[in-house]
């Protein structure tokens, strides 16, 4: 006789655990064992619980290679759905061999569970291992397909709705009951002060502040009260939400006439802008993307957006200041360049409409497209192209929760037809159109951050935070990339026999590049240095990045004037002519602020059954090595969050959205 131990862990989310029977058969080279339950005294399978067994066997059964589980109705009760998260068998011969599982199993289902090292698709020399492989990826790939809403957009996963979605990518119970109540309270909230839905226009500035009684953060405070002035104006290009548009600028484009003259009275005395651009000390926004896009129609009239410029000088006390605005690419008469010595409405009007279009670039190319619908690609191109005992998936599965789920609802409520964005100055069409523009240019080289910065110039100027604190987290997520993927990729040789990797970059490439070569994201992969720099990429964008982007949206936007979605009247095409008036008129109206903010409120806040970055609940690898790296990793993330913090502890204005502790792992908001 030959008896294996099993130790047999339930998650330890809400409802995991069942009543019902539960079977496992042991798979071996040398034979498979009787299909036996796991029945001990008392309760077996309670929430967060391991339990062991033995199963006994006539003698050894070789190599252990599957583990088989099955459950059956506990008498007539109805569907009570179990969450296996691993089984650790204790063979006769004393191996200790971990078969992760971290998935629902219902009535009636045989899953299958692979166990032991990580393996890539030449390494399995075993039939049954063999076969098993090829099976789970049909079952994947039927149940996770593209689907392509728009030719020229990113392709997306087939789930319409959350109810289609296997369990596993699913929110937690939790986490979904926490987003229903986030939601909920705000919309009362709001109802209560008889706020939503309300067409009136402010009347004064500062009745906005009077939107949330209770929710303020010392950041929106702080928005609240130097939202016009210039050098904070300047710190958002830099720190704020959208640290992705301004660039190094040696020399005026042609098209924006900016004269010495002009902005001589800016500038350090004696010095020039030939000068200071010359010293590196001139910035560029450029928002000539924004050219001749769609507009919503609103009250039968079109609202306008501006594809302006805006040219920034790092001045003397490293502050950003911007010093000349034009509304449109085209100068001319109609329009003019806007200087920080004109009227305080005139300018301000100014900077708010280069802010109006900065923040729908924002939210639909750098956020939702860069961040959300990337992730996506990189999702279903995973869980279709890896089988669970393939190292990469064990690497990147952790990276995807949730990610499936947010997207569906992030199509539904945010971004789709009826999506409260649609409610911005471009609406739905104008917005998916910059998407389309957006992708068309987007490279692979933008999302790898050191590239990114090196191409914008912006390698040394001053407190830049978030390139400071990025580069640091993409070294360290690099560092921990390389000596995982190099440990399974020891020469370029196996990169080249992976065929289940080379599907999953064609995929990406395909689905997520749409094809294009000009992106230069690759197709295939030659060498281990490839593969190590794209799954650098992918962590970083979809963590670090994404908290860039998506953790400060309430802190800088619920002060709806310091960055509106929606801007209702035209903007100013002569100087002089504007007051505060104007401006209140300008702004969206009482309930259009207020939704907005109410969004910006739900997605900035921190649920929680958040997983920070490099956190892994889920025991994937089997092997020690790569456990080694992950507490590496985590060392190195807890150094940077000491430095982080130290830092802040000096500044004005904290920048802590790449806080290592306040970044998640994957996107679920
Ligand atoms: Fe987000």
Not at 53 to 64: A, E, F, H, I
Not at 134 to 146: A, D, N, P, R, V
Not at 375 to 388: C, I
Not at 626 to 637: D, G, S
Request: glycine share 6%; with cysteine.
């Amino acid at each position: 006789m030959a008896g294996y131990k099993l130790e047999v862990t339930t998650g330890d989310m809400t409802n995991a655990g069942t009543f019902d029977h539960i079977y496992v058969t042991l798979i071996g080279t040398g034979g498979r064992s009787e299909r036996t339950e796991l029945d001990n005294f008392g309760v077996d399978f309670n929430t967060g619980m391991t339990s062991i067994y033995t199963v006994k066997t006539c003698s050894s059964l070789g190599k252990l290679l599957l583990v088989n589980v099955e459950k059956d109705p506990y008498f007539c009760l109805p569907e009570n759905q179990w969450y296996c998260s691993k089984i650790v068998v204790t063979t006769p011969e004393g191996d200790v061999i971990l078969f992760p599982c971290y998935r629902w199993i219902s009535r009636g289902e045989l899953v299958e569970l692979r166990g032991g090292r990580a393996m890539k698709v030449f390494e399995d020399d075993h039939p049954l291992l063999i076969d098993h492989r090829k099976k789970e990826l049909t079952i994947k790939k039927t149940l996770y397909q593209w689907e392509i809403t728009d030719e020229r957009l990113l392709h997306n996963s087939n789930f319409k709705n959350i109810s289609e979605l296997p369990a596993e990518d699913c929110f937690s119970l939790s986490k979904t009951i926490e987003l229903g109540y986030q939601k909920q309270i705000t919309d009362a909230e709001l109802m209560f002060k008889g706020l939503t839905g309300s067409t009136e226009q402010w009347e004064s500035i500062e009745d906005i502040k009077k939107i949330f009684w209770f929710k303020t953060t010392k950041m929106s405070e702080y928005v609240t009260e130097h939202w016009k002035e210039d050098d904070f104006y300047g710190y958002q290009f830099l720190n704020g939400i959208n640290p992705n548009v301004i660039k190094k600028c040696s020399e005026l484009p042609p098209n924006f006439p900016v004269t010495e003259e002009m902005v001589k009275p800016f500038l350090d005395k004696g010095s020039s802008l030939q000068k200071e651009m010359e010293n590196g000390n001139i910035f560029l926004c450029d928002l000539k993307r924004m050219d001749g896009l769609p507009t919503r129609v609103c009250d039968g009239e079109p609202l306008h957006i501006t594809a302006g410029l805006c040219l920034f000088y790092m001045n003397p006390e490293n502050k950003l200041m911007p010093i000349a605005i034009q509304l449109n690419q085209q100068p001319s008469e109609q329009n003019p360049i806007f200087l920080p010595s004109d009227t305080e409405t005139d300018w301000l009007l100014a900077k708010m409409f280069i802010k109006n279009a900065d923040s729908m670039l924002h939210q639909s190319v750098y956020h939702l497209m860069n961040t959300h619908y990337l992730a996506e690609v990189f999702t279903v191109a995973t869980l279709r192209s890896f089988p669970v005992v393939h190292p990469l998936y064990k690497l990147l599965i952790p990276h995807f929760r949730y990610t499936l789920q947010i997207n569906i609802m992030a199509r539904d409520s945010i971004f789709g037809p009826d999506g409260i964005l649609s409610t911005s100055s471009l609406g739905y069409e104008g917005l998916t159109e910059l998407m389309r523009r957006a992708l068309s240019e987007t490279t692979y080289s933008s999302l790898c951050l050191p590239e990114n910065i090196t191409a914008r110039g912006l390698m040394s100027i001053p407190n830049f935070y978030y390139r400071d604190d990025g580069l640091k987290l993409w070294n360290i997520i690099n560092r921990f990339v390389k000596a995982t993927v190099g440990y399974y990729y020891p020469s370029d040789k196996e990169v080249r026999k992976d065929t289940e990797l080379q599907e999953w970059i064609s995929e990406i490439f395909t689905h997520g590049f749409l094809g294009n070569k000009a992106s230069g994201c690759p197709a295939g992969f030659y060498t281990v240095e490839e593969v190590i720099k794209f799954i650098t990429m992918v962590i970083f964008t979809v963590s670090a990045q994404h908290a860039a982007v998506n953790s400060g949206q309430f802190d800088y936007q619920s002060w709806v004037p310091n960055g509106s979605l929606l801007l209702c009247k035209p903007p100013p095409n002569t100087k002089g002519q504007s007051s505060m008036k104007t401006i209140l008129e300008t702004l969206p109206n009482v309930g259009h602020t207020v939704n907005i903010a109410a969004m910006l409120w739900v997605l900035s806040e921190m649920y929680t059954d958040v997983v920070p970055l490099g956190t892994y609940p889920e025991e994937q690898f089997n092997e020690p090595v790569p456990k080694q790296m992950i507490n590496r990793f985590q060392a190195e993330l807890s150094h940077l969050k000491g430095v982080i913090i130290t830092r802040n502890s000096q500044l004005e204005v904290p920048y802590k959205y790449l806080n290592p502790t306040q970044i998640e792992n994957s996107i679920t908001i």
